[in-house]
């Protein structure tokens, strides 16, 4: 339990800016920590957050994955295969996994580079430029656009739509309804356009692909099927990548002689991304809904309740990362959990990395050296995926 004056709040602006010292105090003092005025339960160390990610039985993701949501317990559609649990979540995973293979991930490099490429040499000069706005924004949004086959002038209505659903208001949770959490999207219109025009591209591929369903039966996805698929994959992926630029911006500039040191040695900089991901995870967190009174820490956790797992707090667990808060690109960062783990892991951890790296190298190449001007960098109002909507850097 919280004791004293032990208080999370994963919406309060002032926790939000530096989570991490209460984080630190969440793990020492109350590992189970309860928030009854908010009505949830929490799990911060390490090996709590990583068991109860493999506890598909008594951890349920049917109820949604974000706190607000299991929260709220709306009617949720079907197919949002981030909220299902197997046998059927198994199902429609192994449908868009084959989208996302090594292979087809590499095969975008060309494309990535070029992008960024376009994106940065018109700053070349120009004594500053945003790591949000000039690329986050865009980079991720063109990315899947790509994949999805979605024309360049539609792009950013995929990235509204994605905004819209997690967007909350500064210092209060998401208002979720049906509508406003799965309605609005404009998937119809491209699943509906795609099949008339079909191509070399994921929806195309969802749209003709044939599978065994749950009930034995072969058959194809239906157009709804594909849109809400297409919804989770935009939903899961747009945003969340989009705040990696923001945090790559303030702790490359915060870590002078280990940029000079991707500058000198370009070989190193997988490893700033992956560094970067432990310890600014854009998603913070995910929820569960428990489905049976579980007891953990010597406590009983009533069936359906919310459980937050504090993914950024695992990862800066000193139990398993000495001195979590610093960043080290020499460190071992090979347990990170910022994309979750086991059955959910998530499908696009390679695209996201590859987009890192490549921006990264391409940064890099043309602005070895930058300071950030956080005077006028803007945060981003949502908890659930945690960054900045500008980041501005003065180059050298
Ligand atoms: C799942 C984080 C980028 C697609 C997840 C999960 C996390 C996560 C934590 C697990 C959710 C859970 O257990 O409930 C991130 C972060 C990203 C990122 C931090 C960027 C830095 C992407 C991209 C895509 C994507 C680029 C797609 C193009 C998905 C999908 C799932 C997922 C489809 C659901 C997998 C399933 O339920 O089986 N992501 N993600 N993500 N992610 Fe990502």
Sequence with gaps: MGAGDLYYDPYDVEIDRDPYPVYRRLRDEAPLYRNERLDFWGLSRYDDVVAALKDLRRLTSTKGDILEVVQAAPDMPPGIFINEDPPL???????????????????????????????????????????????????????????????????????????????NEPGKPLPVTKEKYFGGGNYTEYVDWRAKNPSDDIITELLTLEFTDDSGKVRRLTRQEVQIFVGVIAG????????????????????????????????LIPRAVEELLRVEPPGPHVAR?????LVLHGQTVPAGSALLLMLAS???????????DRFDIHRDFSQLVTFGHGAHFCLGASLARLEGRIALE?????????????AAARRAPTSTVRGWDSMPAVTG
């Design 362 to 374: 391409e940064v890099l190449r043309r602005f070895p050296t930058w300071e950030v001007d956080l």
């Design 89 to 167: 979540h198994t199902i429609h995973r192994a449908l868009v996994s084959r989208m996302f293979t090594p292979r087809k991930i590499r095969a975008l490099e060309e494309k990535v580079r070029a992008f960024c490429a376009a994106c940065l040499d018109p700053l070349v000069g120009a004594g500053r430029f945003d790591f949000v706005l000039d690329l986050g924004a865009e980079l991720p949004m063109r990315t899947i656009g790509m994949l999805f086959g979605i024309p360049d002038t539609e792009q950013p209505s995929l990235r509204s739509t994605a905004q819209r659903a997690l967007r």
């Design 236 to 267: 899961a992926g747009v945003e969340t990548t989009s705040r990696l630029f923001g945090w790559m911006g303030k702790l490359l500039a915060e870590y002078p002689d280990q940029r000079g040191e991707l500058v000198a040695e370009p070989a």
């Design 289 to 293: 809904c428990v489905t049976e009174d």
């Design 314 to 324: 695992a990862n800066h667990d000193e139990r398993v990362f000495p001195d979590p």
